[in-house]
């Protein structure tokens, strides 16, 4: 008897804060390095700039005998020097010459003080933003210096370009980490920073800057994983609001938000999901660019990854003919996040498999499993596929296995015989397609599609390739294709192995109990015998 079963439950997936090599950590925390001055503010012409690079430890007497003098001009040119030093290359090394001054006490008095001008409070914050964008460590000793509360109170000061500054910094803050980011939320910032949608400005550019620092912020209080979120929700009408903003950068910000809130599960969540932001949500699929395409994609993703009621709504608001044209013409990121989406209405109902083959949506992506270079995206199709087969319908199998489905998984296999994850989808993929043709397997038509096909002795070299082929780190292992938890396979190859075993003897095994190679592959697999 083997040690485990069959069933394959179809995997959907709510994809973590921006998972994927070119999108990790996108934007987390920001350092502001311009060296140009905020209009209207009075420019330092004090300080020779050549200066300025060695400006700490050189002058760092005079610099702290002018902050601590009573003279405010001092004060706002010792500051304004200081915030070109952090703006400078080597930044860890200057961040960390700075904070050896140990004047974090005025920093703060500077903005708390009532009489000191916005210039001042503006560059200070400027500082603050720099040494918040940097390690860890620079983040904490801002923390502990207790600048949290000072910021969020001047979220709700008279300057925009102060409110701006700090909430910047609250951002880099917020963006270090959960706990920290929970730490700026229960200081109370969600409040004042709402209010920013609110202000006045002078100008357009002002305004659009500073809805573009805020909705920021706020996206990066919607990262990580949160159980509650009953103080954020508040902030919903407005992202629903943003995202119908003309502006891409401040669109992007608030789709990134909207792909972290969905990547949680909570009644409000569900609430937002049916308010119709999943029907603009897909009208920005129509966008060329991929800074809107990513978040929006991502958002979509996390919302199909809870029930076949929110998966209805995309296929309802019309994701399927939009996101057809993005397997072709997007860069990678885009493409693997469209990939993505369509994994996860393939793993709903029979009628929502059926959609993908009634859009051509399955069409493209054996096409895209065949012929395409990016291995990364060949297994973003196979995974669709898998979770696709696992509604084992007659019907949807004849129509795939008359589409080349046998040759493009097989092909696939070969080429992923050092990848024990990618070949384990494939396997799947096969077992679920054998298991919708019946229970005899001598009667069963996809099995012997692939027995006349010639293609079972290829299928045993593959086999036989993984047998010899070196394990692999382990991933997170799906109990749910195992019967019994204890003993589930414990490596990608092991459950590999367990898989060609399983396959070959359920489906092949008249054919294969003399042939020394099936032996072979047994052998391979500690407690597995033929019967």
Not at 239 to 256: M, P
């Amino acid at each position: 008897m083997l040690p485990f079963s069959t069933r394959h439950v179809p995997r959907r997936r709510a994809l973590p804060n921006d998972i994927g090599e070119e999108l990790k950590d996108l934007q987390r925390k920001l350092s502001h390095v311009s060296l140009e001055h905020e209009k209207g503010f009075t420019e330092d012409t004090g300080v020779d700039e050549d200066a300025i690079e060695n400006l700490l430890p050189l002058h760092e007497n005079q610099i702290k005998q002018a902050l601590y003098s009573d003279v405010a001009d001092y004060h706002l040119r010792a500051i304004i020097k200081l915030r070109k030093f952090l703006c400078l290359d080597e930044v860890i090394e200057k961040t960390q010459r700075f904070l050896a001054l140990n004047i974090l006490d005025r920093l703060i008095f500077f903005l708390k003080d009532p009489n000191s001008s916005r210039e001042l409070q503006y560059e200070t914050c400027w500082i603050l933003t720099n040494v918040s964008a940097g390690l860890t460590e620079h983040t904490l000793v801002i923390v502990n210096a207790g600048f949290v509360p000072v910021l969020i109170d001047l979220l709700s000061c008279g300057s925009g370009s102060v409110r701006s500054q700090a909430a910047w910094t609250l951002g880099n803050i917020a963006g270090e980490n959960s706990l920290l980011r929970d730490s700026v939320i229960n200081a109370g910032i969600l409040e004042p920073l709402l209010q920013i949608w609110h202000c006045k400005f002078d100008d357009d550019f002002k305004k659009r800057s500073a809805l573009h620092v805020a909705i920021w912020v706020f996206a990066n209080l919607c990262r990580w994983k949160r159980p509650d979120w009953t103080q954020l929700c508040k902030a919903f009408p407005i992202i629903l609001q943003v995202i119908n903003y003309n502006d891409d950068e401040i669109v992007s910000e608030a789709c990134w938000a909207l792909s972290r809130i969905f990547h949680s599960k909570h009644e409000v969540i569900d609430e937002l999901i049916r308010s119709g932001v999943v029907d603009k949500l897909v009208q920005l699929l129509e966008s060329p660019k991929p800074s809107i395409l990513n978040p929006v994609l991502r958002a979509l993703t996390n919302i199909a990854s809870g029930s076949d009621d929110q998966t209805q709504l995309i296929i309802n608001a019309g994701v399927l003919p939009r996101i057809k044209p993005i397997l072709y013409k997007q860069s990678f990121s885009v493409r693997q996040e469209a990939l993505m989406v369509i994994s996860n209405i393939a793993a709903g109902t029979r009628n929502q498999v059926q959609s993908l083959i009634d859009g051509e949506v399955m069409a493209d992506v054996l096409v895209i499993m065949s012929d395409e270079i990016n291995m990364g995206l060949k297994k973003e199709a196979c995974w669709v596929l898998s979770n696709a087969t696992s509604v084992k319908d007659y019907d949807q199998i004849r129509y795939l296995v008359n589409a080349g489905v046998y040759v493009t998984v097989l092909q696939f296999l070969g080429q992923t015989l050092d990848d024990y994850q990618a070949m384990q989808k494939a396997l799947e993929c096969l077992g679920n397609i054998f298991t919708a043709g019946g229970e005899d397997a001598n009667t069963n038509p996809f099995v012997k599609y692939l027995r006349d096909s010639h293609k079972l002795d290829e299928f045993l070299r593959f086999a036989q390739v993984a047998a010899n082929g070196a394990d692999q780190p382990n991933d997170e292992l799906d109990y749910e294709w195992y019967s019994d938890y204890n003993q589930a396979p414990s490596t990608p190859k092991e459950r590999v192995l367990h898989l060609f075993v399983c396959l070959l003897q359920r489906w092949f095994g008249k054919d294969m109990d003399e042939r020394v190679m099936y032996q072979g592959i047994l052998s391979g697999v500690a407690g597995v015998s033929l019967g």
